[in-house]
T-cell receptor, first 113, second 112 residues
Framework: KAGVTQTPRYLIKTRGQQVTLSCSPI?????VSWYQQTPGQGLQFLFE???????NKGNFPGRFSGRQFSNSRSEMNVSTLELGDSALYLC????????????FGSGTQLSVL | EDKVVQSPLSLVVHEGDTVTLNCSYE??????LLWYKQEKKAPTFLFML????IEKKSGRLSSILDKKELFSILNITATQTGDSAIYLC????????????FGGGTRVLVKP
């Protein structure tokens, strides 16, 4: 069974640009969550989608948005990039509401210059 | 605001040593506490704890939760170099879904 796939693996952008990250969950999984990981703040919850609906949301500004498609693939968009958005963005999928069944992807490393 | 604090920040041990990692939390609407191991990028699941005082074990790793004192510990006995990683504690919060609040992690380095 293929794992959680995130693309691209690495990304370099400049301030003010926007970026879209993609996450393909494990086949059959309907929940996709996004996390931001930085050395200073650790792993922080961005949002969770379940069956194309946002089910939970973290405390990030509106520049961070996401969506989920009918095939459960999810995208995360960050507009007007700031230097502080440089981070590892991790996606995790699960079949429903069992956190012990949460599987993480290898992330997208975003660098904002 | 929900808060999860891990200690120590980092530690260096030698193979065969025992390590104890700490995790304390202050959250509303606690549902469970989870431990993850992060070696490169993708955290991998270790334990999920929901009940106080019941130890969970997997090989050389074990963990226990104290819901009265709001903390958990993760023990690793007879450490090996392959145990070198960042260990993350997370608390599941909220009424539904998979929303985890993570601690800052403990970086463990096991020297041969």
């Amino acid at each position: 069974k293929a794992g959680v796939t995130q693309t691209p693996r690495y990304l370099i952008k400049t301030r003010g640009q926007q970026v879209t990250l993609s996450c393909s969950p494990i086949s059959g999984h309907r929940s996709v969550s996004w996390y931001q990981q930085t050395p200073g703040q650790g792993l922080q919850f961005l949002f969770e989608y379940f069956s194309e609906t946002q089910r939970n949301k973290g405390n990030f500004p509106g520049r961070f948005s996401g969506r989920q498609f009918s095939n459960s693939r999810s995208e995360m968009n960050v507009s007007t990039l700031e230097l502080g958005d440089s981070a590892l963005y991790l996606c995790a999928s699960s079949s429903g509401t069992r956190p012990e069944k949460l599987f993480f992807g290898s992330g997208t490393q975003l660098s904002v210059l | 605001e929900d808060k999860v604090v891990q200690s120590p920040l980092s530690l260096v041990v030698h193979e065969g040593d025992t390590v104890t990692l700490n995790c304390s939390y202050e959250v509303t609407n606690f549902r469970s506490l989870l431990w993850y191991k992060q070696e490169k990028k993708a955290p991998t699941f270790l334990f999920m704890l929901t009940s106080s005082g019941i130890e969970k074990k997997s090989g050389r790793l074990s963990s226990i939760l104290d819901k009265k004192e709001l903390f958990s510990i993760l023990n690793i006995t007879a450490t090996q170099t392959g145990d070198s990683a960042i260990y993350l504690c997370a608390v599941e919060v909220g009424a539904a879904g998979n929303k985890l609040t993570f601690g800052g992690g403990t970086r463990v380095l096991v020297k041969p």
